[in-house]
C-alpha cells in the first residue's frame, strides 16, 4: 500500500492556498487535464468544492502519480513556485530514500569479500568492461534516448551477471552512472514466485520501511524510473499473457503474470526502462520479449578471462602458465572453469602443487578439483575443526544437500540447518570456508558456492551411512523453475568419479570417512550390464562416458565398456571428444559405432596457423578413428550429421586405408567433407571386407558415381547392398545409377528412397534390369515421386527379370490402375518376385480382386504389404476368400491402417483358423470395434492364437518401420483385449504386444 497521509499531504499545500489562489487552481483545473491527457474530472463537483472536497474528487479520479503531476502544474500557474519548490525537495529526499534502500537490499552484502582481493579486482577488471554500455543506456541525452527500452544481460551460472547488475547500482547510489534516473525498482524472481496476486503498488512498497513507498514521486516521471528484473529465465508465472486481460491501473490486484505482462508490455508505467538478467537457457522468452528498439548485452567467460583470472591470483608467471597449461590443455577442466568462483576452487584446489611437476597428473577431471579442494578447504586453518569435527561438518553438508536435491531445493535457511545438526556456530565456519556462501537475494538464506559442489556433496551422501535427516520445510515450498531438479546424471557422475580409489584415500585421511565402494560397484556393473544386453537401451552414451571419464580406473572402465558392443556418441564439443577418445579405445567388444561430430572441425584457411585446441581435438580425433583397425570386433560405422575439414578428413581416410581395418558395413548420412569427399569415396569403395554402403543426404557428382561404378565392376569388390536416400537424384541422373546397375558383379540391393526419380528416371533403371549383367535382387523406391505411368516399365522387369525378388514401390500415386497394371506378370506362375510392397500407394478395394487373383496364382509371392491403403471390410472379405485356398503361399501380410472394422473379424477370423502357412499378420491402426460382433466370431477370435500357434502379430507399423511415423500398437487377438472391452473401441488394448515379434 501507499503512504497513508498522502492526500493529507495534498490537503496541507492546498490549504496554503489563498482563496483567490484555490478558486484559480479550480478553474485551472476544469482545463489542465485534457494538456496531460487525463479524463476531465467532474466539473459540477468542482464549483463549490471544498479543500477537502478538491483532494476526494482527485484521489478518486487519478491514481496518484498523476495527481501530483497535475498539482505540480497548477501550482507552477496560480503561481505558487514556493510550493512546486517543496514537490521538487521531496523527491529528491525520497531519490536519496532508495539510494540507501538499493544499498542496504543489495549493496550491503556485496561489499564483503569472500574470496580474496584478487577475485575483488578481477571482478571490477570484468565490470568496468560492460560498465560504460550499461551506463550509457539509460539517458535523456539527444541521440541516446529510446523510450520503453528493455536491455537484457545474457549469461550462464555465476558468471558475473548479480555482480555487474551490483556494479552499476554502486555507480548509481555514487551518481557516476545514470544521473537521468531518479529510481529504481529492483525486483528478483525469488520474490515475484513467492507473489500470487499483487497490484504494482504494492510491489514497489514491499521493501519499503512499513511497506509505505513514496509512489507519486516514483511513478511520476517513468523516463526517469528503471526496473531491475534479477532472473527472468527462473520466474515460474508465465509471460504470454493475452492483451485484454492487461492492466493498466497500478493500485489493481491482479495475477502476478498479468502485472509482469503489463509492465514488459508498457500497459503499465508507460515510458519506464527494464534491466533484465538470464541465463543462456532463457533465449527464447528473451526473443519473444525484445522489441526492435531492445539490446542485450552478453556476458562469457572466455580463454583470455581465465588467463587474467590466473595471472591477478598467482601474480607469478611461471605459476600462471602453470595454471593456465593444466586447464587449456583439458578440455574438462576448460569447460568447468567457465565462471570466477570456479576459477577460484580450481586455485584453491591445486594450492601449494602449483610447483610440483606433474601436476596434470593430479588433476585429469573435475572430481579431482572438487575432492582436492573440499579436502582443502576442511583442513585448513580457518575452519578451526579438529578430525571427528570435520566429519560430522561433511556428513551433515551431505545430508543437507541430497535431501536439498530431491526436494527441489538450492537455497537454505535456519530451520533447514537444525533439521540435519548444523548448529549457527558450524555454518558460520562452513560460511568460513566458504563451502555455503549468503543467498544475494533472499535474506537470511545460504546456498552452496555452486550447484556442482551441491551435487558433488550428495554423491558423497550416497556413498556414507548417514543418519537420515528430514527437512520438513522442504516439502511444502513452493518450486522454483531453476531449482526443479528432475535430471540426477550430474551426482551419479560424481558418484563414479569418488569410486576412484585415489580420491576416497584424499578424502578419508582429510576428514576420516569411510566412502562405500563396493556395494555401488556391484550395482553399477549388473544395472549397465543389463542395460547393454537390451541392444537399444541407451541409444546416447555420452552420459556413461562421462561417468566413465571421472572414474579414470582402468580395469572398471574397460569392464564396463565391453558392456555395450553397440555405441551411440553425439559429440557436439572439444570435451565430448576428449571424453570419446578415453572410452571408446577401452572396448574390445565394440562392433557398431554411430558417430556424430558438429562444428567440430570448421573448414579453415590452409594458410591459418592451427590454435593448441584445435591440433588437441584432431589427436583425439585420430585416437577414435584408431579404433578402425586396432578393435578386430569393430565392423560397422556410422557417421552423420557431421562436417569434416580437410585435416580431419585425411586422418578419417587414413584409418579406413589401414590394412588391419575390418569394417563390413559403413553409413554416411549428411557428412561433409570439403574438397576431399572424392578421395574419401575411394577410400571406403576399396575396403575389402565391406559388403554395406548407406549414403544418406550426401550430394552426389558425376565422379563420385564414376568412382562407385570402378569400384562395383571390380571382382574385388564385396559390396552387395547399396542405399542411396535422401541424395536428391533425379530422372536426369538415372543414368548413373543405370550403370552401377549394369556394371556391378555382386550388388544384390540397391535402396533409392527418397529421390524425386518420378517416372522418367525409374523408365530408364528398368530398361538397366532387362540387361543380362544385371543381378539385383531387391529394389527399394519408396516416396520416389512415380505415378501409374511408369507401371508399364516395372511389370515388364516383374515378367522378365528372373533375379528381383523384392519391390518395395510405397508411398507413390500408382493409385487402381497402376497398381492393376503391376499385378498382372504376377498371375502367371514365371514371375520370381517373393516381396511386393504397396504400402500407401492410394488404392482402395477395387484392386482386391487383382490382389486375390495374384496371390492365388503365383506360387512364388511370399510378402504382401498393403498398409494405409482404403482397403476396407469390402476388400478385406475379398482377400481372407482368396487366403483360405490350400495353394496360397502367402507368409506375411501387412494390412496395418486399412480401415478396417468389426464387420469383417468373422471372415478375418476363419481365415485365420484355416490358414496355416501365414506367419505374419499386421492389423495395426484398424478400429475393430466389437461391440457389435457376435459372441460366436469372438469366441472364434480367442481362439486363434491356440488354433494358429505360429502365427505372430506386428506391433510396428509399416510407417514407423520405415521411419517415417509412429505406430498404433493394437491387437485384437489378445486374449485380455475381451475383458477390457468396455472401454471405448480398440484404446483398451493400446499397451498389449508391445514387444511382439
Known sequence: MTVPDLDLDLLTFLKELSEQEFNKFKQLLEQEPMWLELPQVPLSELQQAGREDVVEVLMDAYEVQYTWNLAFDLFARVPRQDLCDRITRRKIGHREMNKALIHRKVLSQWEIAYFGSSHDNFAMEVV???????????????????ENMNMFVLGDNAVGKTMMLNAVLASWVSEEVWQDISHVVYITSQEVNQIPHCSLVDLISKDWPGGMAPIADILSEPKRLVFILEDLDNINWPLDVEESALCSDTREQVSMSVLLASLLQRRLVPGCWFLITLRCRGRGTMRALMKDSDCFLTMQFGDDKRERYFTLFYKNQRRISTACKLVSENAVLTSLCRAPVLCWMLCVAVGRRIDQADISSCYQTRADVFTHFLAAVLSSNVSRADGPRRLALLERLCALAVEGLLHNTLSFQDEDFRSVGLSQDDVSILETVRLLLPSSSLKGHYTFIHLKMQEFCAAIAYMMVLVHYQIPRLRNKPEEKREVYSDFSPVVTWIFGLLNEKRRQILEACVGCQLLDAPLRQHFVQWLQAWGQQGHALDFHMPLFYCLFENQEEAFVRQLMDFFPKVNVYIQSNRDLMVSAYCLPRSQALCKLKLSLLDLFKHQDPHVRLTTCQIRSLAYWRDICSLFHTNENFQDLEICNSEFNTTSGRILCKALMHRNCRLHTIRLSH???????????????????????????????????????????????????????????????????????????????L?????????EGVKILCDALLQPGCCLESLVLLFCCLTE???????????????????????????????????????????????LELSGCFFNSDACYNLSTAILRNPNLRSLELGSNNIGDEGMVMLCGTLEFPGCNLENLGLDECKLTGACCEFLASMLVTNKKLKKLNLLGNRFDMT??????????????QRNPNLKFTSQSWAKRKGLAGGLDYNLWEPGFYRRRSMSGLEAASGTDAHGS
Do not use: W
Request: aromatic content about 4%.
Open 751 to 759: 535402396i533409392l528412397s527418397n529421390n524425386p526419380l518420378k517416372d
Open 789 to 835: 505411368a511408369c507401371c508399364n516399365s516395372l511389370a515388364t522387369v516383374l515378367l522378365l527379370n528372373k533375379t528381383l525378388k523384392h519391390l518395395d514401390l510405397s508411398v507413390n500415386f500408382l493409385q487402381n490402375t497402376g497398381v492393376l497394371i503391376l499385378l498382372m506378370p504376377l498371375v502367371l506362375p514365371t514371375c520370381t518376385i517373393r516381396e
Open 932 to 945: 457389435n460382433v457376435s459372441a460366436g466370431t469372438q469366441d472364434m477370435v480367442q481362439a486363434v492364437k
Open 128 to 146: 568496468i568492461q560492460h560498465l560504460y554500455v550499461l551506463g550509457r543506456t539509460f539517458t535523456l541525452e539527444n541521440g541516446y534516448y529510446e
Open 671 to 749: 557428412v561433409t567433407v570439403g574438397s576431399d569427399l572424392d578421395d574419401l569415396f575411394k577410400v571406403i569403395v576399396a575396403l575389402q571386407n565391406l559388403t554395406f554402403l548407406s549414403l544418406n543426404g550426401m550430394q552426389l557428382t558425376s565422379q563420385i558415381f564414376a568412382i562407385l561404378r570402378e569400384a562395383l565392376a571390380s571382382p574385388a569388390c564385396a559390396v552387395r547392398h547399396l542405399r542411396l536416400m535422401r541424395c536428391d537424384i533425379k530422372a536426369n541422373m538415372c543414368g548413373e545409377v543405370a550403370s552401377l546397375l549394369v556394371n556391378s558383379r555382386n550388388l544384390k540391393k
